[in-house]
Each structure stands twice: as structure tokens, then as C-alpha cells.
DNA sequence: AATTAGCCCAACCGCAGACGT
DNA sequence: TACGTCTGCGGTTGGGCTAAT
């Protein structure tokens, strides 16, 4: 048995607001507030409304300070942002879109923006962490001011041409994102720019890789330099979460002898997650995706493979059998503790990095 | 001018978690 | 602890508008 109707529908009025309803309701909200209790409001406000209909209608339009229409470009990249980085928890991606309401972003992304984005007209990027847990975590990330920023916040459209001319990259699609560095990143990092997007290697020799993660095929142009990565887990039990491109989450579980990582992943799609994690003294580098380590069940081809690409150059004949790379990286200092805020992470200390060797999973 | 197709977005629906008893 | 109620959320619907034919 389902549960009981908020209301009797037949006895509520539906559809569009009329003016008058509008202002019967702004008047006993500004009046009496919602008293804790949106279910009675509209009887005691003289609306033959659902207390539901009245909530939404108050907060998607009615409110103060809603902004509708019109996105502005930053819009679209913090939305495209968040979105990669969490999927669509509209509400929290809305949270850092000062007037504008879940429902608008919800609709804008999927009227406009998706479409948008499908045309390489806008982009989103990842930084490097995906503590996606506070409301202002786009202000964190984008106000860092830690010498080790990466991201120099410019990101640019213009064709991948120019990138490949300066970093002596194969680029793949004329059209992916680019990220512009205002100085050679201080270590490696991983970044996912769209879900099925593309993925980014910067290494800290300021060479750039692109990783396509198109499902059916997938081509990238070099990968080497991950092997630099750093290695010993020496941390006690940990576990880091986060989200993954389908808006699932996913998380990585370090064994207390260090020796293992355990991945887990409770998205809709994807059957399995395999990564690589490393640690050294400034914190832990994780990447992890569906298309990295192995076997990998592959639900467009309907196989599992298997293959481990972030390895080395040796390994470049299993990359064919991958799918989508989608790449995560943070860069927490978590020690013993079980979960961690954004303030928790740092970056390691640059020139450790290279002093490592890598710990594959 | 009439019709059709597609788009946009306000509103609705139902689920899940929070909260109170 | 169990249960019922309320709220918040994400997915979906459908009416109105506009562009295309």
C-alpha cells in the first residue's frame, strides 16, 4: 500500500498561478511565514491549493532574489563543473548559483546546456579534489589560494590545435576543453572534464595527455608519465568518497596493513570500479574510474576486459579494450579519520612526487 | 493562414530521509 | 524502536509558445 496523498486532488486547484494566488500567498508568507508546516499553510492562507503546489511555487518563483532566465557563461561552467563532479543533485548545484533554484538549473541543463556542451560550446572542469560535501564548495575551489593551485582559472574553447602545437600532444577531438596553466603544475594531477568526455593527465613536467573516454572507443596520446606517481600506502584504514559521473558514488578504502585498496561503486551503471590510489607524505593521490584497472565489464560491448593502462607505456595494447576513462583525483590528508571535509585536503609537497614509484592496483 | 513539430519551463509526482511522538 | 507526518529532492509531464513547413 502506498502511502496516503498530501491532499484530496479533487478538492485542490492545479495547474498555472494566477496573479491573485501569487499574492495571497507572498502576503501570508510575508505575514505568518510557513510555520513549520506547508501541508496547513494553504488552508489558513484561503488557498485552494496542495501544500506542495504552494512550497514549490514559493520557492522556484515567488521568493526573493530568484533570478530566471538568462544564464550567464560562468553559469554554465559551474553548472557543467558540478555537474561532472556529482551528477545531477541539482539543488546542491543550484546552492552555488546565487537566485537561481534547482528546478531552473535542472531545466536549463536539460533543455539548453546539455545540448550546449554536446556541441563543445561550453565546458565544465574538475579540480582536483571531489569533496562535494558543503554547499560552498565551488567558492572553496575556485578562491584556493594555495601556492600549489593548478587550475589557473581561465579555461579556454579555442580549438585543441594551438594545445597540441605547445605541447607536443596527439589530440583527438578538435573540439575538447582545454585547461590553461598560468605555471608548470608543481605534480600530476587527473582531471575529468565531462563524463563522457575527455580526461586530462598533467604531469609535472608540464606535459598534458588527452584521454578520450568515448564508450565505443577510446584513444589517447600518452600516459607515461603517471608512473611517477607516488606509492606507499602507509595510512591506516581510510576510506575517501566521492561522487562519479553518473551521479553515483563511489568509494576507496585503504587496508590497514596498507598492502590493498578496495573499490567500491554503488552507480546505476557501471558494475565495477577499479583505480589506482597512491600516498606519500603530502596525502594521498587518487584516481579512480570505470575504465582504469580491471576486469571491467563493458555494458556497451557486453564483455569484461581487463588491462591496466595507467601502468606504463607496456601496457598500451590493452587500452583498446578500455571504456570510458573518467578520472578522479583529490589530494586529502585524511589519516585515521573516515571522512573529510574539503579544508582536509592539500597538495603534496612539491618534489615528492617524483621520488616515487608507483603503487597500482 | 493553417497545421505541425519542437522547445521551454512551471508544475506535478512519488520516493526517501528527517523529524516528532 | 516503530510508526506516521512532513519536507526536500530529482524525474517527468503537459500546456503554451514559436519556428518551420
Known amino acids: 500500500m502506498g502511502r496516503a496523498p498530501c491532499c484530496d486532488k479533487t478538492k485542490v486547484k492545479r495547474g498555472p498561478w494566477s496573479p491573485e494566488e501569487d499574492s495571497t500567498l507572498i502576503r501570508f508568507l510575508e505575514t505568518h511565514g510557513t510555520a513549520g508546516n506547508w501541508i496547513a499553510l494553504p488552508q489558513k492562507a484561503g488557498l485552494k491549493r496542495c501544500g506542495k503546489s504552494c512550497r514549490l511555487r514559493w520557492l522556484n518563483y515567488l521568493r526573493p532574489n530568484i533570478k530566471h532566465g538568462n544564464f550567464t557563461k560562468d553559469e554554465d561552467e559551474i553548472i557543467c563543473t558540478l555537474y561532472t563532479q556529482m551528477g545531477s543533485r541539482w539543488s546542491i548545484i543550484a546552492s552555488n548559483l546565487p537566485g537561481r533554484t534547482d528546478n531552473d538549473v535542472k531545466n536549463y541543463w536539460n533543455t539548453k546546456l546539455k545540448k550546449k556542451l554536446l556541441a563543445g560550446k561550453v565546458i565544465g572542469h574538475t579540480t582536483t579534489n571531489n569533496y562535494i560535501t558543503s554547499n560552498n564548495f565551488l567558492e572553496k575551489s575556485c578562491n584556493r589560494k594555495n601556492p600549489h593551485d593548478l587550475l589557473d582559472s581561465s579555461i579556454s574553447t579555442t580549438p585543441s590545435s594551438t594545445y597540441d602545437h605547445h605541447h607536443h600532444n596527439h589530440l ?91 573499490m567500491e561503486n554503488n552507480n546505476n551503471i557501471n558494475k565495477s570500479l577499479s583505480g589506482l590510489a597512491v600516498e606519500d ?61 574539503y579544508a582536509d585536503i592539500k597538495p603534496p609537497p612539491q618534489g615528492l612526487i617524483n621520488q616515487s614509484v608507483i603503487n597500482q592496483y
Open 281 to 341: 607524505e603530502g596525502g594521498i593521490l587518487m584516481d579512480f574510474s570505470f575504465g582504469i584497472g580491471g576486469p571491467i565489464y563493458n555494458e556497451f560491448t557486453n564483455s569484461t576486459s581487463s588491462g591496466i593502462w595507467f601502468q606504463d607505456q607496456k601496457a598500451s595494447h590493452d587500452i583498446i579494450h578500455q571504456e570510458a576513462a573518467l578520472s578522479y583525483c583529490c589530494y586529502p590528508n585524511l589519516g585515521d579519520h573516515q571522512s573529510s571535509s
Open 172 to 262: 583527438l577531438f578538435p573540439s575538447q576543453p582545454q585547461i590553461i596553466f598560468s605555471s608548470p603544475p608543481p605534480f600530476p594531477i587527473l582531471t575529468d572534464h565531462m563524463g563522457y568526455g575527455s580526461s586530462t593527465v598533467v604531469d609535472s613536467t608540464h606535459e598534458i595527455s588527452l584521454m578520450s573516454s568515448d564508450p565505443t572507443t577510446l584513444h589517447f596520446s600518452h600516459h607515461g608519465h603517471v608512473s611517477e606517481f607516488s606509492t606507499n600506502l602507509k595510512n591506516s584504514s581510510s576510506s575517501i568518497f566521492t561522487s562519479s559521473q553518473d551521479g553515483g558514488s563511489s568509494s576507496v578504502s585503504v587496508s590497514a596493513d596498507s598492502s590493498s585498496l578496495a
